[in-house]
């Protein structure tokens, strides 16, 4: 697949340069590019992204960042069977448990939300992060809802860091499916009153949560041009939206960020965040 000319493979992370250092020179330097493509394009063409790591697994299998950005390519893809068995083998490579959630995730995206269950009470969890730990939650409480366990998925997604002030990365996504469980669950004014604090703690616009609240308001959007291109005054336009803490959220560029400075590759741009359950 074609490389644009202003990709260099030195927008790669330098945790990933080294991993690199053990494949003869010109092969690095076209994985690394490759690598790049799969950050460049994960959020606004998944399946651009997909083809790339595919150039990239083909050249360097045996390279466990090849095998994590393949696993988040085939997860913004759905291909969840495919995606589990590339993050099982970054797993077995480098022997940390950062893509727990992730698999857990890809687990519900199978059908087996019993399985992801399973994961989130395996010991493993205790051994992530808080983001990590967080992300543990939000897949917990997907699957409680794929089961129709509503009450539970509310329950599971009450802790502290729901209950906190102080906004951090997660914390958008993590207001906004538990505004999107008492939905579910008939609790529309508690509901409202979440989808309010998901809006403000969600200062780079990684959720819908700002629509749904219109929606609770009884706001209602139209196309800002009418059919023969004019503008129109008149209401703000509603959006399509599906319930996002009831299926697997698509990887993001931040997924990968740890293969790819993606502040290098969109220029400064921030990457955005995926909605992940």
């Given at each position: 697949?074609?490389?644009p000319?202003?990709?260099t493979?030195e927008?790669?992370d330098?945790d990933v340069?080294?991993?690199l250092?053990s494949?003869?020179?010109?092969l690095?330097e076209?994985v690394?590019?490759?690598l790049?493509?799969?950050a460049r394009?994960i959020?606004e063409?998944?399946?651009?992204a997909?083809?790339?790591?595919?150039?990239?697994l083909r050249?360097?299998?045996?390279?466990?960042?090849?095998r994590?950005?393949a696993?988040f390519?085939a997860?913004?893809?759905?291909k969840y069977?495919?995606?589990?068995?590339?993050?099982?083998?970054?797993r077995?490579m480098?022997?940390?448990?950062?893509?727990w959630?992730v698999m857990?995730d890809?687990?519900?995206?199978?059908?087996?939300?019993e399985?992801?269950?399973?994961?989130a009470g395996?010991?493993?969890?205790h051994k992530?992060?808080?983001?990590g730990?967080?992300?543990m939650?939000?897949?917990?409480?997907g699957a409680?809802?794929?089961?129709?366990q509503?009450?539970?998925?509310?329950v599971?997604?009450?802790s502290p860091?729901?209950a906190s002030?102080?906004?951090?990365?997660?914390?958008?996504r993590?207001r906004?499916a538990?505004?999107d469980?008492?939905?579910a669950?008939g609790r529309?004014r508690?509901?409202r009153?979440?989808f309010?604090?998901?809006v403000?703690?969600?200062r780079?616009g990684?959720?819908?949560?700002?629509?749904?609240?219109?929606?609770?308001?009884g706001v209602e959007f139209?196309?800002a041009l009418?059919e023969d291109?004019a503008d129109?005054?008149?209401?703000?336009?509603?959006?399509?939206?599906?319930p996002?803490?009831?299926?697997?959220a698509?990887?993001s560029?931040?997924?990968v960020?740890?293969?790819?400075?993606?502040?290098?590759?969109?220029?400064g741009?921030?990457s955005e965040?995926?909605?992940k359950?």
């Amino acid at each position: 697949m074609p490389i644009p000319e202003d990709v260099t493979g030195e927008e790669i992370d330098k945790d990933v340069r080294q991993e690199l250092q053990s494949l003869p020179k010109t092969l690095a330097e076209d994985v690394a590019k490759n690598l790049v493509m799969v950050a460049r394009l994960i959020d606004e063409d998944p399946e651009g992204a997909y083809g790339y790591s595919r150039v990239a697994l083909r050249l360097a299998s045996r390279v466990a960042a090849v095998r994590e950005a393949a696993g988040f390519a085939a997860y913004a893809n759905q291909k969840y069977s495919e995606a589990l068995a590339e993050f099982r083998a970054a797993r077995r490579m480098t022997g940390t448990v950062d893509l727990w959630p992730v698999m857990a995730d890809c687990e519900r995206g199978l059908g087996r939300p019993e399985k992801a269950l399973d994961m989130a009470g395996a010991p493993e969890v205790h051994k992530l992060d808080k983001a990590g730990q967080v992300e543990m939650r939000l897949v917990a409480a997907g699957a409680r809802r794929d089961m129709g366990q509503l009450d539970a998925a509310i329950v599971t997604l009450q802790s502290p860091e729901l209950a906190s002030n102080s906004v951090q990365p997660w914390t958008a996504r993590l207001r906004y499916a538990y505004a999107d469980a008492l939905l579910a669950a008939g609790r529309e004014r508690e509901a409202r009153e979440w989808f309010a604090k998901a809006v403000e703690a969600d200062r780079d616009g990684s959720t819908d949560a700002s629509d749904r609240l219109a929606e609770l308001d009884g706001v209602e959007f139209v196309d800002a041009l009418s059919e023969d291109g004019a503008d129109e005054s008149g209401e703000p336009g509603e959006s399509a939206h599906s319930p996002e803490s009831a299926k697997p959220a698509d990887a993001s560029s931040e997924d990968v960020e740890d293969v790819v400075d993606v502040e290098d590759v969109e220029g400064g741009k921030d990457s955005e965040d995926g909605d992940k359950d």
